[in-house]
């Protein structure tokens, strides 16, 4: 499944966090909105596990063992694009500097 920008912030600040409270503070969400929260995602609970079913500050959310998986190649494919475009735009310009210094 591919993840919006949105969900892959959440998880981050899941994976970060873990308190409910501070993970709705930082994504600017209230303790009460935990429906809106959890809305963000089709199946919640391939995605997370949640310590309690209070939803307060205290509870701890963990990600599960896919939404690791999925977050994990979503972090690696962003690095290779990004290591393939720096080598790019490294074989563009590296010849272009050098037959400059050579005129």
């Known amino acids: 499944m591919e993840l919006s920008?949105?969900?892959?912030?959440i998880l981050k600040n899941i994976k970060k966090?873990?308190?409910f409270g501070k993970i709705a503070e930082k994504?600017?969400?209230t303790v009460d909105e935990?429906?809106?929260f959890q809305?963000?995602?089709p199946n919640v609970i391939d995605y997370m596990i949640?310590?309690?079913s209070k939803f307060n500050e205290d509870t701890e959310i963990t990600l599960t063992e896919y939404a690791?998986?999925?977050?994990?190649?979503k972090?690696?494919?962003?690095?290779?694009?990004?290591?393939?475009?720096?080598i790019s735009v490294l074989a563009i310009a590296v010849p272009s500097i050098i037959s400059i210094l050579n005129q």
């Open 75 to 86: 972090q690696r494919d962003s690095f290779r694009f990004w290591i393939v475009l720096i």
């Open 68 to 73: 690791n998986a999925i977050l994990d190649k």
């Open 27 to 29: 994504l600017g969400y």
């Open 17 to 19: 966090y873990k308190k």
């Open 39 to 41: 809305s963000n995602f």
């Open 5 to 9: 920008n949105k969900q892959v912030k």
């Open 50 to 52: 949640f310590s309690d």
């Open 34 to 36: 935990y429906i809106d």
